[in-house]
């Protein structure tokens, strides 16, 4: 693949193949590939994030993930500072390989 060198910003409106055939060095059987951010600008399909109003759906979501993402890092601090529990975490790891058919795990990707 070869970028093509020059293209302006691409506005509502721009024909999008013109700019592409001049500034490009196209030549028979040439596949040309486009990245479908550009077709959006090109074809006014453009959203500024500012103007969205998200869901209560989507704030829900966004709200459950960061919860789940704080958790996990909760735990994975709780995990590496006490023994017991990356003993106890390890066991049920290989529990689970054993019950995947694995007989050969990675060890537990923590350090501590």
């Given at each position: 693949m070869i970028p093509v060198r020059g293209l302006p910003e691409v506005r509502e409106g721009d024909d999008l193949a013109e700019l592409i055939a001049a500034a490009a060095d196209l030549e028979d059987g040439d596949v040309v590939v486009v990245a479908h951010k550009v077709v959006s600008k090109a074809e006014g399909r453009v959203v500024r994030l500012a103007e969205v109003e998200p869901s209560a759906q989507a704030r829900d979501l966004a709200a459950a993930r960061r919860i789940v993402s704080d958790a996990l890092r909760l735990l994975a601090v709780a995990v590496v500072s006490n023994p017991q529990w990356r003993t106890d975490l390890e066991r049920r790891q290989q529990r689970l390989?054993?019950?995947?058919?694995?007989n050969e795990s990675p060890a537990l990707a923590l350090t501590g």
């Open positions: 390989e054993r019950r995947l058919g694995r």
